[in-house]
């Protein structure tokens, strides 16, 4: 169970912050919630597992790494076998996943050897849990993808994206408005506010969006934007591919999914701040937008249900059961249905993949049509 040391100590952080400079947009909250040095919730928790605030797929089941692995060595294979390959994750978690790619993908000669891991971390915390996940292998971290060695490269975002900070828009009855985020009228707690209207933030809604009824909520993350077209003109320029995995929206939506997490339950977004996990659905069409802008082939988006299933996770799952016992045989049937129904991570979760425009079509996503 998470507990940061001072539930107090960032809400008055954010009341000092306030007071002297007004509201303060819903994007810098996250970013001081999730990662502020001393008691952002990244910084200061155990969150991962059944002992933290939530579970993620690589948690569930060695079954995802070990499909996302064949992936990545098929990936690498019709690249051409590069004998050098940057594997990189991004928010690696205690390092679950990575640990299940390297395992699934010794199957293929020649990968490990290739193969040099670095990871996208900022918790100094996770980092040492990931050191201890990862132990057999050469590993580099970084903080940001700013520094990352040249030459082809595969990407990993497995709930990632849905951790960057998001600015709130609200289409109030006079007009367009950013949602911020204030304090009460006593000062003891936090409350949503409406900056004025404005036309410029009319500017920066999608399109499609702009119409939409009164009360409607617009989110919307620069940094995710931006991150996939870093990826996209790496990929680009060096050889590569990129596999982002996440629950969010395939098509523009008007909806506010920001949530916050403590305990495996729902918690309220504003209140002690630090002390729960914050999230977002993920924008798919904006990092297609930013990805195709940045010169990458973009497959997907797909459900995570179609893509586990066309990576043969029912036959892992076949295989698995044969050597199990009773328990472990059901475990592994209802890691399996939570993975991939639709009624759980299934159609819930999306799978988005990135090329450079000259490179076969990954395995588990359909093939590109030639324009007419």
């Known amino acids: 169970m998470s507990t940061a040391p001072d539930k107090k100590s960032l809400f008055e952080s954010f009341r000092r912050r306030i007071k002297l400079e007004g ?4 994007a810098d909250y996250m970013a001081d919630v999730l990662i502020a040095p001393t008691h952002g919730y990244y910084m200061s928790n155990e969150p991962f597992g059944t002992d933290g605030d939530f579970i993620t797929a690589p948690e569930i089941s060695q079954m995802f790494g070990e499909l996302i692995g064949f992936w990545c060595a098929d990936t690498w294979y019709n690249m051409g076998g590069p004998t050098k390959i940057h594997l990189i994750e991004m928010g690696p978690g205690r390092g679950t996943l990575m640990s299940d790619v390297m395992r699934a993908a010794a199957m293929v000669p020649g990968f490990h050897q290739a193969v040099k891991i670095h990871l996208i971390e900022v918790s100094p915390k996770l980092r040492k849990k990931q050191k201890e996940a990862l132990s057999g292998y050469d590993v580099s971290w970084y903080d940001d993808l700013t520094d990352l060695p040249n030459g082809p490269s595969i990407f990993i975002a497995n709930e990632f ?12 009855p006079k007009g367009w408005c950013e949602r911020l985020i204030t304090l009460d009228e006593d000062e003891t707690g936090l409350v949503f506010t409406l900056s004025p209207p404005s036309k410029s933030i009319e500017t920066i809604i999608p399109q499609e969006l702009v119409g939409s009824h009164e009360g409607a909520v617009v989110e919307l993350s620069s940094i995710a934007a931006n991150v996939s077209a870093q990826i996209s003109h790496h ?53 297609k937008k930013s990805a195709e802008a940045n010169g990458a082939s973009v497959h997907g988006t797909i459900s995570q249900g179609d893509f586990l299933r066309s990576l043969g996770i029912e036959q892992r799952a076949e295989m698995l059961r044969l050597n199990a016992d009773d328990k472990q045989a ?28 000259d490179q076969l079509t990954p395995a588990a996503f359909p093939e590109q049509k030639e324009a007419s």
């Not at 509201?23 to 819903?26: K, N």
């Not at 991939?340 to 979760?349: E, R, V």
């Open 23 to 26: 509201a303060i947009t819903v």
């Open 161 to 172: 994206f849905d951790a960057l900070p998001i600015r709130q828009f609200e289409r109030s």
């Open 235 to 287: 990929i680009v320029k060096h050889g590569g591919a990129g596999l982002f995995v996440d629950y969010g929206w395939a098509i523009p939506t008007a909806k506010p999914s920001l949530q916050a997490v403590r305990n495996h339950k729902k918690h309220d977004v504003l209140q002690e701040p630090g002390t729960a996990d914050l999230s977002a659905f993920v924008d798919f069409p904006t990092l």
């Open 330 to 357: 059901i475990d592994i049937t209802a890691a399996e249905h939570r993975l991939t129904d639709p009624s759980q991570m299934g159609n819930l979760f999306k799978v988005m993949a990135l090329t450079p425009p």
